[in-house]
């Protein structure tokens, strides 16, 4: 590093400075550290403890091994938080990522596409508790959608959409449709115009139509953008917990609840502490199988 | 060709009526904030208003609905909270590229790891870190937790930035004789400032917009954030005044859409950068 310094000179320095050498970075790298360790990495490794005991806040926690994660399996409202999160991850491929890439291939073919992408980017620039606020005055009995209906006679489907399973979670997803479908439109949007022209006029000379094309030749460049919208998306639909808790509380009667609100409820409203860090370590682990399948998909070697 | 033409104003057609639909819900709510409790409910959500309730409306949310002392928490929690992390994931990442301590990598992990798990994995032992060392509802509490949340993220940007700062320039500024400090203080930082900016604003987004450890870690009304203080009115008030709730709804977007508007492209790329991130 020192490689222009007379060789005298760096001695000295080096003699006079070797203590302060060593420990200088560390010395730099300390409070970063530090903060990540006792606000982060501290509670995640206290949070694993706590899964195997059981714990009511007051008193010590007492171990008991793996009964949580056994009775996990055993409550019903884990088993409807399960499916319900299954639900949001498979409708968050179909909608804010599916409607993301139809709406990206739209837009990529007509003018006035900054006005476009603007639009659809617009619910992003608004936190998901206003978004849910907006959104559960929409679906109110008496909000947007159930006037609209009225307005154009299909009164009869008017019902209190949020108060209502399956409906609750359905329009839950249709709020999460409208926030996070622009985000999705604008990555796909990026990786369709680094596709080269010549490639798609090609396939269309040899005789393939919109559709022949999209499928053999867009699709398959669109692979590693897809690969990155896809994880990224997984992965937030297994966080989702602002829409939810504010929109539903999780209810009526815990029908609309996630893991991650499950988690939530166990822990704060219920206080079956060992319980709800079961729950969060569970998550987690899902969360970082996605994310490892993930990071192995993008550092696999080219084929 | 024209074919072509019939397409292209098939498909403009198509998401002219998309954009409508996607404009509804905030055009509904901006006329509702629009109008007084009575009036709103006495109209059609889509009826333009008589009078021009919002500066009432916005008045109220902020006074009675306390959003005010939120808004103004909140400005301060992710002001400080976002600058206390660049400066620290800075100070880390200056001494990950530069410096070059043993195991760096190992360390540079060790910090990123606080990126992994979800969320959930962090509230229980914090709440009750929290209660012990009064930290909880306080607002020296808050800050500390989201420069922490905020520091593996900027450690990871500006690593990455760092990386390419020319060597010249830093040899250059060896044989001038500025110390280590110096060099991060006079070089790094300086040819930093564009990426910087914009992962302060970045990280201020995010502080803003978080609910989940501020309804966990602070309750009373001079404390929570702006995001559990809107939850907390909505909850309140949903029933009684739902214009006002609406524009407390809207006022507490009012900076992540400065932001984004102000930003939208560097967003954009923050955003890509996030996906590569994670």
Redesign the interface.
């Known amino acids: ?2 490689l ?2 007379p060789a005298r000179q760096q001695r000295v320095k080096v003699a006079r400075h070797s203590w302060w050498r060593r420990t ?3 010395a ?2 300390l ?3 530090l ?10 490794v ?2 694993l403890y ?1 899964s195997f005991t059981d714990w009511d ?1 007051l008193t010590a926690p007492e171990f008991i091994g793996l009964e949580n994660y056994l009775q996990m399996f055993k409550e019903p409202v884990f088993g409807t938080s399960v499916v319900n999160t299954i639900i949001w991850v498979v409708a968050t491929l179909l909608f804010p990522v599916g409607l993301g890439l139809l ?1 990206a291939v ?2 990529n ?4 596409q900054e006005f ?1 992408k ?13 978004i849910a ?6 679906l109110a009995p008496t ?2 959608v159930n ?1 609209v209906l009225k ?1 154009v006679g299909l009164g009869t489907l008017a019902k209190p959409w949020l108060l209502m399973p399956p409906w609750n979670t359905i329009t839950m997803l249709m709020a999460f449709t ?1 926030q996070t479908t622009g ?1 999705n439109m ?2 796909f949007l ?1 990786g369709l115009q680094s596709i080269p022209p010549d490639l798609i006029e090609a396939a269309k000379l040899d005789g393939a139509n919109a559709f022949q094309t999209f499928r053999r030749v867009i699709l398959p460049l669109l692979r590693p953008i897809t690969t ?2 896809v994880t ?1 998306a997984v ?1 937030n639909s ?2 989702v ?2 829409l939810i ?2 929109m539903t509380q999780g209810g009526p009667f815990r029908s609309s609840e996630t893991l ?1 609100v499950t ?2 409820r166990e ?2 409203v219920s206080f079956r ?1 060992g319980f ?2 079961s ?3 569970f ?2 682990l899902i ?2 199988l996605f ?1 490892i399948m993930y990071l192995r998909s993008i550092f696999k070697p080219e084929e | 060709m024209s074919k072509k033409y019939l ?2 104003g098939a ?2 057609l ?2 002219s009526v ?2 409508v639909f ?5 055009v ?2 901006f006329l ?1 904030a629009l109008k007084t409790s009575q009036e709103a409910a006495a109209t ?3 009826q333009l208003p008589q009078g021009f309730a919002l500066p009432e409306n916005i008045v109220w949310a902020w006074n009675n609905g306390k959003l005010g002392q939120s808004f103004l928490r909140s400005i301060l929690y992710a002001g400080l909270g976002a600058a206390f992390a660049i400066a ?2 800075s ?2 990442a ?3 590229v530069q ?3 043993k195991g ?1 990598f190992i ?1 540079f992990l ?2 990123y ?2 990126t ?14 929290y209660q012990k060392t009064s930290l909880y509802d306080s607002q020296v509490g808050m800050v ?2 989201y ?3 905020a ?2 993220f900027c ?1 990871f940007v500006l690593r990455n930035h760092f990386t390419t700062i020319e060597y010249e320039i830093v ?1 250059a500024a ?2 001038d004789g500025l110390s ?1 400090f110096g060099i ?1 203080l006079r070089i790094y930082m300086p040819l930093s400032v564009a990426a910087i900016a914009a992962l302060f604003l970045f990280q201020f987004t995010w502080i ?2 978080d ?2 450890f501020g309804i ?1 870690l602070s309750k009373s009304p001079d404390v929570r954030p702006i ?1 559990a203080g ?2 907390g009115l ?1 909850g309140t008030y ?1 029933a009684q005044n ?1 214009p006002g ?2 524009a ?3 006022l ?2 009012v900076p ?2 400065l ?3 102000a930003l ?1 492209r560097y967003l ?1 790329r923050g ?2 950068l996030t ?2 991130g ?1």
């Open positions: 590093m020192e222009n310094i200088e970075p560390y730099y790298m409070p970063a550290i903060f990540v360790a006792i606000f982060l990495l501290y509670p995640a206290y949070t706590v806040g709406l739209f837009v073919r007509i003018p006035l476009f603007a639009i659809f980017y617009l619910p992003y620039a608004i936190s998901a508790t206003s606020v907006i959104w559960t005055y929409m909000g947007v006037e307005m409208w985000t604008i990555l990026v990155v919208v990224i992965v297994f966080k917990f602002d808790w504010i991650a988690m939530y822990s704060f502490l709800g860090a729950i969060a370590n998550l987690s969360v970082i994310s | 397409t292209r498909l403009l198509v998401m998309l954009v996607w404009l509804i819900p905030l509904t709510t509702t059609f959500p889509w620290m994931a100070l880390a200056y001494a990950l410096l070059r301590p760096a360390w060790l910090i790891s606080g992994i798990f979800p969320f959930q994995m962090y509230l229980l032992p914090l709440f009750f870190m500390l937790f420069t922490a949340i520091i593996p450690l040899e060896q044989l280590n991060y803003w917009n609910l989940l966990t995001m809107l939850a909505r949903a739902i709730v609406l407390g709804a809207l507490a977007s992540t859409i932001i984004f508007v939208g954009l955003m890509t996906t590569s994670e």
